[in-house]
């Protein structure tokens, strides 16, 4: 009686999980487009993955099959561990807590959770892999349930384990400056990844033979990965006996992962767990501090101006603001520490030894700083090309200032070029000495500026005609749907075409005089090139200020959250 | 002022909004005047906060025209957007900004000069009671908190008319109260308010004229004695009753039978 109602229940929670899926999918077709390509790009690889298992654990020596098998199930385990770090949660569609309103047990929300998730796309996708496995290592009869549980086990486990990190780590990880510092953090990480995988074989090659005999990997092995692993290769060998001692151990430690995750959603429904320290600081920062005191009227500082003249309220306001959002919005970081893995990526091809070797072309430093440059101001075209994605639905709030649309502009190109050029700055600095030509600064400065000049031109156009709200979700950035996301991405990529043309022009004043014809000749086409990118700004800001005054309803429209 | 002689601050005609085939708001026509406290009531769905968008300019109309303070939204929208003051039912603010900083960004979006504008955040900053919570980011500010700062940014440059959705949900009696007070200053000065709620009392106690929309169109307009009259209402009954009656509303006294 009390399983018939368990089962039931069960099965009420799939079937909410599976009715709010499909209601998200035909509500949005954004999101069944955005899920459709997530399966065509995923799903072959995943396929691959699994075809490739397949291929070693047929032909590898039986105890390089299970070597393999371990690793496999660790890497899948430790994506899981992590996936909380990456913004993804298990259960998207539905919020536990909400059931808490049923008379269901917290170990029967859990279980229909877990169980709801075999849905989501990433455990589909995990899917083939394990089938493989399961295919494989059935050696017989026999072999074939303890093999089916301790991969079923595994996957339980995994995502139980999943769910109690997910659902400890809420108060903290969901916390806005936890998701802040995640922004930063994952570049630098994948940035630390790429200079490790870059340096490291160089200096010392790795003896895999070593490392699978080593007592680490051992070690490693223990973990709920290597002990299915291990029930699994032990019921291929016919050594049965091993095989269901690992398979008790997973089994106890997927019941305890269960019993876990069924306490941590109970307590953090009752409010006992989810906290966040960084919180409790600032509270107690907020009890001992004393109220600020109020500023006397006669003390307000009036700012003059310096240098007699002064920028329209609007525009300072604007200004202001975009600064304080470059410095505090999680996207901006994003985009920076972008910059920030692109510069790594260029210095470790620039002190290659490869880069400098005798057969190589002689120009290949001069060339390799030209084609850095363009890669960055393309690195830099999503911010220029969307300068109203960041304001989301406080865009009909700016809407409704009687300033004039222009001032808006002018706010956020000043506050955009500045930055820009900071970054491009720096970024031309470590280049030209990394390449060993520092001569070449001024020119790769110069070159920058008037090309970003010209990016926020065209950035100010394509901005009012095809907004896109930009969605912050753990460590990455999503467009507010993923169809109209990609189609946007194309048309960025079309207008970063069409920049790069109008461009060219700029880059021509440039390195013509320095390579082909005079140095002289740069107090000719310098100034023409400055003319030409200020009237080509000028021309954008008159056209974009009239068709912002006429299509702010719209942007509005666009930037505010999906329902 | 606006370019009109009479005291209409809010004038909206064969107003319409269709959203694919719903029609939200069915050409309704709205006459506010000046220093007038106006309220809008209808059942949800029926069309309030849609017309207030359009009459803010938030919102383009299907048909219709709208003068606010004089001016036509269609055509002179930053001029109606200099005189007005809006505080909408979902509220957006920049988020990242304190709350301080945000005050100061309104006003000078409005064209102020920086110590005015730090002048003026300041004093609101007190009257909602929101000094201590100043220098936080309004990511981190409850509802009730978000609402008061919007509320005080829709205020800080003095408009001549003033939009409020549901200006009282999720805010403290004590700041209620102190909401009150300066709206019912506002009035005594001049200020045309446009004011949206569920909560009759409030309606009832504030308003000097009410209009009743449901399924996008006006079903009754006045003082409190008009709308009796319209509703053929007792002369004792309040302004939820006539409200119920004007909108039809069913309302049940039995229960179910199993409940």
């Not at chain 1, 009686?1 to 999918?25: E, G, H, S």
């Not at chain 1, 859990?110 to 089938?131: E, H, N, Y």
Request: proline share 5%; net charge positive.
């Amino acid at each position: 009686m009390i399983v018939q109602q368990a089962l039931r229940y069960l099965y009420l929670l799939w079937w909410l999980k599976l009715r709010l899926m499909w209601r998200t999918y035909r509500r949005h077709l954004s999101a069944a487009v955005g899920a459709l390509l997530a399966v065509v790009f995923f799903l072959p690889i995943a396929v691959g993955v699994a075809f490739g298992c397949f291929m070693g654990f047929r032909t590898l020596e039986p105890h390089m099959a299970e070597h393999l098998l371990r690793g496999v199930l660790l890497g899948a385990y430790l994506m899981w561990l992590f996936s909380p770090l990456l913004g993804y949660e298990l259960t998207e569609e539905y919020d536990l807590s909400k059931l808490f309103l049923y008379p269901i047990s917290p170990r029967l929300i859990t279980s229909g959770a877990i169980l709801g998730s075999l849905l989501d796309l990433g455990v589909l996708l995990l899917l083939p892999t394990l089938s493989v496995a399961l295919i494989a290592f059935t050696k017989s009869a026999i072999a074939f349930p303890i093999v089916l549980l301790a991969i079923g086990l595994f996957l339980f486990h995994t995502l139980a384990l999943s769910q109690s990190i997910n659902l400890v780590s809420a108060g903290v990880l969901r916390s806005r400056r936890a998701r802040d510092l995640m922004v930063v953090l994952f570049p630098l990480l994948m940035t630390a990844f790429y200079l490790v995988s870059q340096i490291l074989p160089r200096l010392h090659r790795v003896n895999w033979s070593r490392v699978l005999d080593s007592r680490a990997w051992d070690l490693v092995s223990y973990l709920p990965s290597g002990l299915a692993a291990r029930a699994v290769a032990g019921a291929a060998r016919g050594d049965f006996g091993p095989a269901l001692a690992f398979l008790l151990v997973l089994t106890i430690v997927s019941l305890s992962t269960l019993y876990l995750a069924s306490w941590l959603v109970q307590h953090i429904y009752a409010g006992e767990v989810a906290s966040t320290p960084i919180r409790r600081r600032a509270a107690r920062k907020a009890r001992a501090a004393p109220p600020p005191p109020l500023i006397p009227l006669a003390a307000v500082p009036v700012r003059r101006a310096r240098f007699g003249f002064q920028l329209p309220p609007a525009i300072e306001a604007v200004a202001a603001k975009e600064f304080r959002y470059l410095l505090r919005d999680p996207y901006f970081k994003h985009s920076l520490m972008m910059a920030v893995y692109m510069l790594v990526v260029v210095i470790i091809v620039l002190i290659s030894p490869r880069t400098w070797r005798p057969e190589a072309p002689r120009d290949l430093g001069q060339m390799l700083l030209w084609g850095a440059t363009a890669m960055m101001l393309f690195m830099e075209a999503p911010i220029a090309f969307n300068i109203f994605g960041t304001e989301g639905p406080a865009a009909s709030l700016l809407f409704l200032f009687p300033c004039a649309r222009r001032h808006i502009l002018v706010g956020k190109n000043l506050v955009l070029f500045t930055a820009l050029s900071t970054v491009n700055i720096i970024f031309a600095l470590v280049l030209s000495v990394l390449a060993r030509r520092p001569q070449l600064l001024p020119a790769l400065i110069l070159w920058l500026e008037l090309a970003i000049i010209m990016l926020v031109s065209c950035g100010n156009l394509i901005s009012i005609w095809f907004p896109v709200r930009i969605v912050m979700r753990g460590w990455s950035i999503r467009r507010q749907s993923a169809s109209r996301g990609l189609t946007y991405r194309l048309l960025h990529l079309a207008i970063a075409a069409v920049a790069g043309c109008l461009s060219t022009p700029l880059l021509a004043a440039v390195i013509l005089p320095i390579y082909w014809i005079s140095r002289f000749w740069l107090a000719l086409t310098l100034p023409l090139a400055l003319a030409y990118a200020c009237t080509c700004y000028l021309a954008s800001l008159h056209f974009a200020a009239r068709a912002l005054a006429q299509r702010e309803i719209e942007i509005a429209d666009a930037l505010r959250p999906e329902r | 002022m606006g370019e009109v002689a009479d005291n209409r601050t809010i004038l909206a005609s064969g107003l319409t909004k269709r959203f694919g085939d719903v029609i939200a708001v069915d050409s309704i026509a709205l006459e506010v005047h000046a220093g007038e406290f106006f309220g809008f009531l209808g059942p949800n769905g029926a069309g309030k906060s849609t017309t207030i968008k359009m009459l803010c300019g938030l919102l383009r109309p299907t048909a219709g025209s709208i003068r606010v303070a004089g001016y036509d939204i269609g055509k002179q929208a930053l001029e109606v957007k200099r005189r007005i003051g809006v505080l909408p039912e979902e509220i957006d603010l920049y988020d990242r900004l304190t709350g301080a900083e945000f005050l100061v960004f309104a006003a000078r979006m409005h064209g102020m000069a920086l110590g005015e504008a730090l002048r003026r955040s300041g004093d609101l900053l007190g009257l909602m009671e929101l000094t201590e919570a100043k220098d936080k980011l309004i990511v981190d500010y409850s509802l009730g908190m978000k609402k008061k700062i919007a509320f005080a940014a829709a205020l800080i440059h003095h408009p001549e008319v003033l939009f409020l959705d549901e200006p009282f949900n999720g805010i403290d009696p004590i700041s209620v109260r102190a909401i009150r007070n300066v709206l019912r200053h506002l009035t005594e000065h001049g200020t045309t308010i446009f004011f949206t709620s569920h909560v009759m009392e409030v309606v009832e106690r504030l308003c000097s004229r009410v209009a009743i929309i449901n399924r996008g169109r006006i079903v009754g307009e006045g003082g409190l004695a008009e709308l009796r009259e319209k509703a053929k209402a007792a002369g004792d009954s309040s302004l939820e009753d006539i409200f119920l009656k004007l909108v039809e509303a069913r309302v049940d006294e039995e229960t179910l039978s199993w409940l």
